[in-house]
């Protein structure tokens, strides 16, 4: 069975810093973008930031210059630095990835369980 699995989300003060971390498990025969999403109470869930298998990025303006992704391809595993953490950050944040399972199955997307990320004022 393949899964997403997060840590590395908790509690910190503004201006702090978290690393996520989310790694994928199981048969998987090649992971295409990764990725990280946040989810607000009462919102939608917005991308925060994605990277390719080459190692290109994409940001969220909300984020940029603060955020970092990162990914280890041998490991299947895919990080977020977030730096300069505000109060607005708190959120549920999701790992995303787009699995292929078989050679000759299409990219589907996958989700994480989500980890919560709150930063106090």
């Known amino acids: 069975q393949v899964q997403l699995v997060e840590s590395g989300g908790g509690l910190v003060q503004a201006g702090g810093s978290l690393r996520l971390s989310c790694a994928a498990s199981g048969i998987i025969f090649s992971i295409s973008t990764m990725g990280w999403y946040r989810q607000a109470p009462g919102k939608q869930r917005e991308l925060v930031a994605a990277i390719t298998t080459g190692g290109s990025t994409n940001y969220a303006d909300s984020v940029k210059g603060r955020f970092t992704i990162s990914r280890d391809n041998a490991k299947n595993t895919v990080y977020l630095q977030m730096n300069k953490l505000k109060p607005e950050d708190t959120s549920v944040y999701y790992c995303?990835?787009?699995?292929?399972?078989?050679?000759?199955?299409?990219?589907?997307?996958?989700w994480g369980q989500g980890t919560q990320v709150t930063v106090s004022s």
């Open positions: 995303n990835a787009a699995l292929k399972l078989l050679v000759a199955s299409p990219y589907v997307n996958h």
